[in-house]
């Protein structure tokens, strides 16, 4: 079955960086465009980064610029390098496909404040 583990997650300063690991199993990692999504108290869950197959990647606007995604389809992980934090990114990430996205895993929190 599908599981994805999410870690890397703290309590950074803002302007701090933090990298996000995603190890995910159960289906062929490599065939599927892959994502980052985040979610803060009382707000909807929201796309932040996503990697195609192909490599090509696009960002929310909030982010783009200070996070950077990539993967390493060898060891079947994804990738969230995060620079410049500022305290609206304190959310819990979620990592999962882009298209159709399945069971979710636990998430990383990641805060940041001062």
């Known amino acids: 079955q599908v599981q994805l583990v999410e870690s890397g997650g703290g309590l950074v300063q803002p302007g701090g960086s933090l990298r996000l690991s995603c190890e995910a199993s159960?289906?062929?990692?490599?065939?599927?465009?892959m994502s980052w999504y985040r979610q803060a108290p009382g707000k909807e869950r929201e796309l932040v980064a996503t990697?195609?197959?192909?490599?090509?990647?696009n960002y929310a606007e909030s982010v783009k610029g200070r996070f950077t995604i990539s993967r390493d389809n060898t060891k079947n992980t994804l990738y969230l390098q995060m620079n410049s934090l500022k305290p609206e990114d304190t959310a819990m990430y979620y990592c999962?496909?882009?298209?159709?996205?399945?069971?979710w895993g636990q998430g990383t929190q990641v805060t940041v404040s001062s």
């Open positions: 990697i195609f197959a192909s490599g090509s990647t």
């Open positions: 999962n496909k882009r298209f159709q996205p399945g069971t």
């Open positions: 159960g289906f062929t990692f490599s065939n599927y465009a």
